[in-house]
């Protein structure tokens, strides 16, 4: 079949997650041979993860993928039997809409990641429009009845030829940290989180351990986190998205957040604590117990997971203590490793959505 065009819509609600998942999707499906434009409503949150572009640009081009403000989408046309990616119900602009019909469209609704079973039922369903134009849910997930996850082709075939690499080089050329300081038996950890995570008790268990730690914190360090007894407390640069995964890779253990940054900790198959984005009345919690459910971690990590979602400082404290004693560390990293393959065994989300928009394109 011929390359299709691809337009995803974005607006950036909060944080990065927003901008990253659809600049990484927009660069997978550009990879993978489509045409990828990518219609942006804060090009600076952009520029943030991809430092080469031009944070006022109108329209600009980087990794073969076509940027774009809201602004100019506003004046533009869809493309003729275009698939245009609505990301997190982002409500397209409404002359671009009404014209979407017309230039015989696809339309796809692309959800959040969550590992709730109820997602499995509604991946892939219509969502009838009073335009006409054929509508599709489609949700990102961690088992094969739903989309499944962003990851680029022979990614885990690189993370595997980069993590036997020299470590102190890889982290100094990432970081710009000197690290021949770095202690033999270090372990280093990656610490990217919401303000109101209970670092307190992350603090007080690395203090104590036998082992040194090196705690890379990117962007802004939490006040009152501090270097003490085992524990280095190291300020990082924020690294571009394209090199992300570097990061995860010189780590021993990746505390991750939101969306994306849990899918790249994944791929890294090494142990991680996610953060999960928090939502009214507690809706988030629902969602992480689905989510621990499927991850199957061991106790101590299931509970430490639970209480730095809770900000339980004495029970991460506590649970982390016990999840870094060396059996309960070896079989959390026989975990991590088991699960990042058997994902990676699951089609990844840019091929099952071309595929998926293909046979609906040859079905109209
Ligand atoms: O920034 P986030 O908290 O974004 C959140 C979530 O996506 C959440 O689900 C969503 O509802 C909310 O936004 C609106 O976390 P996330 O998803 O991990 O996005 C962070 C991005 O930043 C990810 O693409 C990785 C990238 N990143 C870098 O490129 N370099 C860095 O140094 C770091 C720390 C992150």
Redesign the pocket.
């Given at each position: 079949m011929n390359a299709l065009t691809f337009d995803i819509f974005c607006r950036v609600?909060?944080?990065?997650?927003?901008a990253?998942?659809c600049w990484?999707l927009a660069r997978q499906l550009a990879a993978l041979g489509q045409t990828a434009r990518l219609w942006i409503d804060d090009l600076p949150t952009l520029t943030r993860?991809a430092p080469g572009l031009d944070p006022a640009a109108d329209r600009q081009t980087a990794h073969g993928v076509q940027i774009g403000t809201w602004h100019v989408a506003e004046q533009t046309s869809p493309p003729a039997h275009g698939i245009v990616i609505e990301a997190f119900a982002c409500n397209l602009p409404a002359r671009y809409q009404a014209a979407m019909a017309a230039h015989h469209c696809l339309w796809i609704n692309l959800e959040?990641l969550s590992a709730e079973s109820w997602v499995e039922g509604c991946h892939g369903l219509p969502s009838p429009q009073a335009n006409g134009v054929p509508k599709y849910f489609y949700f990102p997930g961690f088992v094969p009845a739903t989309g499944g996850l962003l990851r680029e082709t022979h990614l885990l075939d690189h993370r595997r030829r980069t993590q036997v690499q020299d470590r102190r080089r890889r982290l100094q050329s990432l970081t710009g940290l000197q690290t021949d300081a770095l202690p033999d038996d270090a372990r280093v950890i990656l610490l990217?989180c919401?303000p109101d995570a209970p670092w307190a008790g992350l603090q007080a268990a690395l203090a104590q351990q036998s082992t040194p730690t090196w705690l890379l914190v990117?962007?802004q360090i939490p006040a009152g986190l501090q270097s003490q007894g085992a524990l280095q407390v190291m300020p990082i640069p924020?690294?571009?998205?394209a090199r992300?995964d570097e990061?995860l890779w010189c780590c021993d253990l990746n505390f991750?957040?939101?969306?994306?940054?849990?899918v790249?900790a994944l791929w890294a198959g090494v142990p991680l604590v996610w953060q999960i984005?928090r939502q009214d009345a507690e809706a988030h919690l629902d969602k992480l117990d689905a989510w621990l459910d499927r991850a199957r971690w061991p106790a101590p990590v299931q509970a430490l997971i639970r209480a730095w979602n809770r900000q339980d400082a004495a029970g991460v404290q506590h649970s982390l203590a016990q999840a870094l004693r060396p059996d309960g560390w070896r079989t959390w990293q026989t975990r991590a490793a088991a699960w990042s393959e058997e994902l990676a065994a699951m089609p990844d989300l840019a091929r099952n959505l071309l595929s998926f928009c293909q046979k609906r394109l040859q079905k109209s």
């Open positions: 609600v909060d944080n990065y997650g927003d990253g998942v990484r993860l959040y990217f919401y990117p962007g924020f690294v571009p998205q992300f990061l991750v957040r939101g969306e994306d940054s849990l790249r984005y």
